[in-house]
Each structure stands twice: as C-alpha cells, then as structure tokens.
C-alpha cells in the first residue's frame, strides 16, 4: 500500500507552504485549513517537510 | 505549479522594507497589511490572505526554502500552541496600542517626536536618516517611526525563527495569522 498525506484540520495555520511545494498539485487551501485530495498523492512526503505547524503526516492509505 | 500574480508580492514587502529606509512616512502603507486580510477574514470567512497574498510569507518561503536559509527543523511544541500564539497576540496588540499612544501624544504636543525605530520592542536605532521633515504635523512621522518599528520587527523574528525552524516558522504564532484566523472561526460557526 502506498503512503498519502493527511493534515490535522485542527492545527493548520493556512500558510499554504505546502500547496506551493506539491509536485501534483494535490494540495488546496479551502476556509481556514489546507485540503490534500488523496486521489492525486503520491506520498513523496515534501508537503509535510515543509509544514511549518507539522500538522501533515504521512499515513498508510 | 504554475505561478499567478499574486505569486509576486513578495517584492512588495521587499519594496516596503526597502522604502522605510529610504523615508520613513512610507510606513503609512504598510496598514495594508492589516487592514487587507482583516477585511478578507470578515468578508470572505477564510485565510486567503496567508495562503495567496501575503507577501511576508512568500519571502520567508523564497528565502528559507530556495535560498536555503532555513535549518527545515520543527518548531518546539509550545511555540505552536493555542496559550503561545493568543498570549503573543495579545503582546503584540498590547505594544501596538502602546505605540499608538505615544503617536497620540505627539500629536496633541504633550510628547516630542523622536526619529528612533525600536526593534524587537528593545533596541532603539537612531533612524534620522530616513526623515525629510514633517507632512502636515510631527504626529504622521511618529506613527511611520512606530509602524515602521511593528514591520520591522515582525520580520525579523520572521526571519529568526525561519532560519532556526522552518522557513514559514513564523506563520505559526503571526498575531494577524492567529487575529484572522480567529474571525474565520467566529464567521463560520454560524453556518
Ligand atoms: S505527499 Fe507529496 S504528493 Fe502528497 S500531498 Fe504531499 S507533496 Fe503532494
Ligand atoms: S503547510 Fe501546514 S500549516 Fe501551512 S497550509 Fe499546509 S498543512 Fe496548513
Ligand atoms: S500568518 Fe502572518 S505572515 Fe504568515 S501568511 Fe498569514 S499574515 Fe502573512
């Protein structure tokens, strides 16, 4: 199985940081939190590097 | 990903920095950055000023992310909790309003105007370069000496916490991050 990211809704500060550094533009920022649609992610992990609130994990999907 | 215009405006909060050395009553522009995402939270119920327009956070991404001046550590625990990000709100508000006061008594002539940027709510630098004279009274000058101070502070412990942490760092515990972000939750709780 492959790895998707998750944000923790709660936390999210909406900076955005982690659309800008999505290489499948699998990242939104809707209201308040950021949105990883997880058809589109592939795992690589860089949105949840650059998180700087580290409210994206990397869960078995 | 495909960059928009507003992608930009980092070179506008380049420029502002820039024009508050160059003279100081430019200052006066930067209420744009708090009169705009407060009327985008109010309005709109969401953050689009952080994740689109918000130049300050684009700069801290270019130069912590592209650059690489930025340990890409995270941030300890406390910095990102609720008790750390409201009790700097108030902080900062708290020294705003102080700030303001002392504008207040310039302009009613009870205080001197002081050519001065104090940092980080400590240093006072002397910042005479920066002022031709006054427009229209003293007060105008001291309160572009004030703001000038609250911008520049801002960025440097922007820029502190983006070389210590990660580059967005101060994203996290930003007094109008955490004043807009409350607005949202306020606006969209009735829905
Ligand atoms: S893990 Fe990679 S592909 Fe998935 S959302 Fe994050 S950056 Fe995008
Ligand atoms: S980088 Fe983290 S805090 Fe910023 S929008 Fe994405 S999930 Fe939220
Ligand atoms: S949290 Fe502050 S610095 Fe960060 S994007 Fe929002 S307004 Fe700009």
């Known amino acids: 199985m492959k790895n998707k990211a998750y944000v923790n809704k709660h936390d999210c500060v909406a900076c955005g940081s982690c659309v800008r550094v999505c290489p499948m533009s699998a990242i939104v920022v809707d209201g308040i939190a950021a949105n990883i649609n997880c058809e589109k992610c592939v795992g690589c992990g860089r949105c949840a590097k650059e998180c700087p609130a580290s409210v994206i994990q990397l869960k078995e999907g | 990903m495909k960059k928009r215009w507003y992608d930009y405006l980092w070179i506008a909060t380049l420029a502002y920095l820039i024009l508050g050395f160059v003279n100081i009553l430019f200052a006066w522009l930067g209420l744009l950055c708090?009169?705009?995402?407060?009327?985008?939270?109010?309005?709109?119920?969401?953050?689009?000023?952080?994740?689109?327009?918000?130049?300050?956070?684009?700069?801290?991404?270019?130069?912590?992310?592209?650059?690489?001046?930025?340990?890409?550590?995270?941030?300890?625990?406390?910095?990102?909790?609720?008790?750390?990000?409201?009790?700097?709100?108030?902080?900062?508000?708290?020294?705003?309003?102080?700030?303001?006061?002392?504008?207040?008594?310039?302009?009613?002539?009870?205080?001197?105007?002081?050519?001065?940027?104090?940092?980080?709510w400590t240093f006072k630098v002397p910042w005479e370069w920066a002022y031709y004279g006054d427009f229209l009274h003293s007060g105008v000058s001291q309160f572009a000496f004030g703001f000038y101070s609250v911008m520049l502070t801002a960025t440097i412990l922007g820029l502190i916490t983006m070389i210590l942490f990660k580059p967005r760092s101060w994203c996290v515990y930003c007094p109008m991050g955490t004043m807009t972000h409350t607005i949202c939750k306020i606006k969209n709780r009735n829905k």
């Open chain 2, 34 to 120: 708090f009169l705009i995402p407060i009327v985008i939270s109010i309005v709109k119920g969401n953050k689009a000023y952080c994740n689109k327009y918000c130049g300050r956070g684009q700069m801290f991404n270019l130069i912590g992310g592209r650059f690489g001046l930025s340990r890409k550590k995270d941030i300890p625990k406390w910095m990102k909790s609720k008790w750390f990000q409201y009790g700097f709100l108030i902080f900062f508000f708290a020294m705003f309003f102080q700030m303001l006061w002392v504008t207040y008594l310039v302009f009613s002539g009870a205080r001197e105007l002081k050519q001065i940027v104090t940092l980080i």
